[in-house]
């Protein structure tokens, strides 16, 4: 297995890599309740082993996962609820707004974008030129509302898994903690997946949107996912790095 981790390189090891490829991976997590069958990190757990896979496969670097990110929010005189906390349009049950169990993600979205700017400002210092960023919903749409922007300051290319993705079925991560997502962390990750945690009754499948998590969700879905994700996300790489090299 290759080293694809920027934090386990060194640097001489960095140097060379990036030069055959300069694309920089970084998974965007939340600490996230994702059902009661999920773990906390999903977000970012998905879009770090789809980076890994991308990585060993045609170079470049995957950065440590973020874990705070946006999310619509409602304060509720003093208490606060956001993302999932609040039943929104497509959950697969409703229920009461509520904290969820575990979610201890939310930042507001300026500082996150501020934040992701820093990040771009010293890849583009460090000879990246490609950053694919992906992982939670909103996380990801903050990043690509950066494009114009990493390309006049910073000269970087960005680009999202959903970039070059135009199934919609196949889409990476298009779900809450529904039969996407749950194939997905089934696929890549299958033994922190645990359907014994669901009650009989369903009363603790809340916070969920997309289609039944435990009914619809299959490893075979996950890894359909997973390679179209992947063929469709290596040929938009290697299309700007030509763009790029042709210059
Ligand atoms: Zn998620």
């Known amino acids: 297995m290759k080293k694809v981790l920027y934090e386990e390189l060194l640097p001489e090891e960095y140097v060379q890599k990036i030069k055959e490829m300069p694309v920089a991976y970084l998974p965007l997590g939340t600490l996230e309740w994702h059902g009661p069958h999920m773990p906390l990190g999903a977000d970012g757990i998905q879009s770090k082993e789809l980076f890994v896979r991308v990585a ?9 996962m ?22 929104t349009e497509g959950a697969l049950n409703t229920y009461y707004a509520q904290q969820m169990k575990g979610s201890a993600y939310w930042m507001e979205k300026g500082l996150f974008q ?18 694919v960023g992906h992982g939670h919903g909103p996380s990801t749409n903050a990043f690509q509302e950066l494009k114009e922007e990493a ?5 970087l290319r960005i680009m999202t898994a959903w970039t070059y993705a135009e199934d919609e079925r196949l889409k990476y991560q298009n779900d809450h903690a529904g ?13 922190l997946v645990d359907f014994g945690q669901v009650k009989e009754d369903e009363s603790n499948l809340i916070g969920i949107a997309g289609r039944h ?10 890894n ?19 763009t790029i090299r042709e210059r």
């Open 56 to 64: 060993e496969k045609i170079g470049g670097v995957v950065l440590p």
């Open 66 to 87: 973020l874990f705070m990110g946006p999310d619509r929010v409602f304060d509720d005189w003093g208490t606060v609820f956001y993302g999932m906390d609040i039943n």
């Open 114 to 131: 501020n934040l992701l700017r820093s990040i771009l400002a010293q890849l583009s210092r460090a000879g990246v030129r490609i950053v």
């Open 151 to 155: 390309e006049e300051k910073y000269g």
């Open 179 to 191: 039969a996407n997502e749950t194939s997905i962390v089934m696929a890549v990750r299958p033994e």
């Open 213 to 222: 998590p435990v009914r619809e969700s299959s490893v075979a879905f996950g």
């Open 224 to 242: 359909e996912i997973l390679e179209y994700t992947m063929k469709t996300l290596i040929a938009g790489i290697e299309k700007e790095y030509k």
